[in-house]
């Protein structure tokens, strides 16, 4: 009797001390994972490789900076460029609002990569000029089978420092899509296999979408028909240069984040 109750006792003594342990496996559940929806109250805890500053990636003719702002460290790539033409500034602010609301909302950056260039053509925004300090449009400076060589074009492809940067860009990022802010036609354009990206960012703002033509040298014909990436051509309306950023990103900043996040649809907030 008493080995008996001895045994006993070991039993329920052990029985006691594996309570705990069953008990919490038995509330563990494979699909019960912390709540990670992003929402844009969620704290900024990036390292400064995924928020980055401004950096130089190149000089105008007359020795501005051209300054490109990469956000995120993901396989997916959104190249942003504005002010290629400089007589066409609405842009620049909104791409820089674009950058701003990125760092404030780092949950969009998650497996992405957005490259930002706000001025590529520096020299001809300070004069209020379609063309470079040398007199050449940038938008047909590129290497392209329709391109034509002279003074307004360039003699030859990638005479201008700024379209050089552009193209380094392009070479060191590979984007999977590129988005070239112009105005002022009133429309969203696109080139190379761009049209599924265009009708969704046609979704967010009030431009519909209006093909133009690949035009000689330009960087749509670069990106989209040369290297076959998607490529919009977001042309914003001539008044829009006189409207605040506020007043922009209201417009046009889900447009944006419609290509960031495409093919996800941009959250109502």
């Known amino acids: 009797m008493t080995i008996s109750a001895n045994k006993n006792r070991t039993v329920i ?10 008990a919490l496996g038995g509330c563990y559940r494979p699909t019960e994972y912390p709540q990670v929806i992003a929402t844009p109250q969620m704290p900024t805890t990036l390292p400064p490789t995924i928020l980055a500053q401004p950096r130089i990636v190149g000089t105008s003719v007359q020795n501005r900076p051209i300054m490109c702002t990469v956000l995120g460290q993901g396989p997916d790539v959104t190249l942003i460029l ?31 990569t957005v490259v930002l260039l706000p001025a590529a053509n520096p020299d001809g925004l300070a004069y209020n000029s379609r063309s470079n300090a040398n007199g050449v ?56 296999p761009g049209y599924a990206i265009a009708s969704r960012m046609a979704q967010y703002c009030s431009l519909p979408v209006k093909k133009l033509g690949a035009k000689p ?16 051509t977001l042309e914003l309306s001539q008044s829009d240069s006189g409207v605040s950023s506020d007043s922009l990103w209201q417009r046009y900043g889900k447009a944006l984040l419609a290509a960031v996040t495409y093919p996800e649809i941009v959250a109502s907030k």
């Open 217 to 232: 040298g330009s960087l749509g014909s670069y990106a989209g028909l040369t290297l076959g990436i998607p490529i919009i």
């Open 137 to 192: 449009d940038l938008n047909r400076n590129f290497s392209t089978a329709n391109r034509a060589n002279n003074a307004e074009f360039g003699r030859t492809a990638l005479s201008e420092p700024e379209a050089r940067a552009i193209q380094q860009l392009i070479r060191q990022y590979s984007p999977d899509r590129i988005v070239s802010i112009h105005q002022p036609m009133g429309c969203i354009d696109y080139d190379g």
């Open 82 to 112: 504005a002010a290629i033409h400089g007589n066409e500034p609405a842009g620049t602010p909104l791409v820089r609002r674009l950058a701003e609301h990125l760092r404030q909302s780092p949950y969009l950056l998650a497996g992405r």
């Open 13 to 22: 003594s052990i029985v006691c001390s594996l309570l705990p342990i069953l």
